[in-house]
């Protein structure tokens, strides 16, 4: 099946850095999505993209849908303590009414 | 407006025996997705369904069963569980289509020893 290949896997940074991450396939997607998940919790839509080139941004974080449509990116500005958690990037494949496709995650630590 | 609950939140089980998780939503939606989420694996999609008394096999259906008689529950058995099924399961639900913001529920924690 389809697959996505999210990197890094792991951060670790300091309170106030920039943060990017990106998710990449060999398959055409549709759509673009980016997760959040907090410890004890399910994820939480942050951004979604819809159109290739799109470029959205959601307060300090912003994601983009490559123009080839195999892959997206999200960057995070000025992290804080609360940015800690597993970053899920998902995709919607080309055939409609299918579901969804989630990247392995990246998890993020910021240290203060 | 509760969202997508889940329950129980955790429970051991032993080899062998079997156990129901329920997902339940009160947003009206079509799509309803179990998934497990294992160290180093992300989410993986067990099953789906994309109306009432309909259901679809996903990534890693083997060893789970589900139905879907009301259209805001979605349930997920174990009719024998293995140690291979501890995990953490998410049952998410989204409007309409696929492409429609999925939400999450909290998660139920299984251990199967």
């Known amino acids: 099946g389809q697959q996505l290949n999210q990197s890094p896997q792991s951060m670790f940074i300091q309170e106030g850095e920039d943060v990017s991450m990106n998710c990449t396939s060999s398959?055409?997607?549709?759509?673009w999505l980016w997760y959040k998940q907090e410890p004890g919790e399910g994820p939480v839509l942050l951004i979604a993209l819809y159109k290739a080139g799109e470029l959205t941004s959601n307060g300090r974080l912003t994601a983009q849908f490559g123009i080839t449509r195999k892959d997206s990116f999200l960057n995070i500005s000025a992290s804080i303590p609360s940015d800690v958690g597993i970053y899920f990037c998902?995709?919607?494949?080309?055939?409609?009414?299918?579901?969804?496709?989630f990247g392995k995650g990246t998890r993020l630590s910021v240290i203060a | 407006n509760a969202g997508v609950t889940q329950t129980p939140k955790f429970r051991v089980l032993k080899t062998g025996q079997s156990m129901t998780l329920l997902c339940a939503q009160d947003m009206n939606h079509e799509y309803m997705y179990w998934y497990r989420q294992d160290p180093g694996m992300g989410l993986r999609l067990i099953h789906y369904s994309v109306g009432e008394g309909t259901t679809a096999k996903g990534e890693v259906p083997d060893g789970y069963n589900v139905s879907r008689l009301k259209k805001q529950n979605f349930l997920l058995g174990l009719e024998s569980a293995a140690p291979s099924q501890t995990s953490v399961y998410f049952c998410?639900?989204?409007?309409?289509?696929?492409?429609?913001?999925?939400?999450f529920g909290p998660g139920t924690r299984l251990t199967v020893l």
């Open positions: 398959s055409i997607f549709n759509t």
């Open positions: 998410a639900s989204s409007f309409r289509q696929a492409t429609d913001t999925q939400y």
């Open positions: 998902a995709g919607q494949p080309y055939l409609r009414n299918t579901p969804l496709v």
